[in-house]
């Protein structure tokens, strides 16, 4: 199970620099540039021959504003994308860390499958601005259980920002940032099929660096200088 935390692109109530408005407005997922847009979660993952969306929900909880989950047949493996109104960004990343720390812990029941999201699923990712360059959350919960979750965060110069929140959470730091990026999805597709694959982090890190250095058209180098693994 991999639980996705997207807090939609906003051009109003978030500190990024502003992009056009039709892929700006967070609260229409169909055309935002981290949901609805070609490398957008949702329209990324939905194209894929590997992965086959099963279900979409719209508002299923308070500020998500739409849920999809996506079914990887090989690997019997899941991902639930949840995508969050842009206003709450805060919230985005607080019940993300919930997640990655085991504080919440909870359950999705799709036909005869009931699919453990936020601390029960085994990856957790957020996607989005880096909020905390504009705010601080409210609290940094620690681990609540034994187990390790693996936590990608795709925002800018994340690991800089989440390192000691991290730590104190308790989850493994499998694919984070140290330096401005562009979250799309491509790179957590490629995070995801290696860890289904079990390879190990670094592996994980070169396969995310070379889609990122495909799509966004930089060097290997410099995708491997952005995107890295572990404390």
């Not at 390192?163 to 979250?183: F, H, Q, S």
Request: hydrophobic share 40%.
């Amino acid at each position: 199970m991999i639980h996705v935390f997207v807090a939609l692109c906003d051009n109003l109530h978030q500190g990024i620099e502003p992009v056009p408005k039709g892929i700006g407005n967070g609260q229409d997922p169909a055309t935002n540039l981290y949901w609805g847009c070609d490398y957008g979660v949702k329209a990324f993952f939905k194209n894929l021959t590997s992965w086959k969306l099963i279900s979409t929900t719209q508002n299923p909880a308070p500020h998500i504003l739409e849920r999809c989950i996506f079914k990887e047949p090989t690997f019997n493996a899941y991902i639930v994308a949840d995508a969050y109104d842009g206003v709450y960004i805060k919230q985005t990343m607080a019940d993300f860390l919930n997640a990655a720390a085991g504080v919440s812990a909870n359950t999705v029941v799709f036909q005869n499958d009931t699919l453990g999201i936020a601390g029960n699923a085994g990856m957790v990712a957020y996607i989005g601005h880096e909020g905390l360059m504009d705010f601080s959350l409210d609290s940094f919960p620690s681990q609540h259980d034994s187990r390790k979750r693996d936590a990608v965060i795709l925002a800018c110069d994340s690991k800089q920002y989440w390192n000691m929140i991290l730590r104190k959470a308790g989850a493994n730091p499998l694919l984070w940032t140290t330096d401005l990026m562009c979250p799309e999805a491509y790179t957590l597709h490629a995070a995801i099929a290696g860890w289904l694959n079990k390879e190990a982090p670094m592996q994980i890190q070169q396969r995310a660096a070379e889609a990122y250095s495909k799509y966004q058209h930089c060097t290997l180098s410099a995708a491997k200088y952005l995107l890295v693994t572990g404390y």
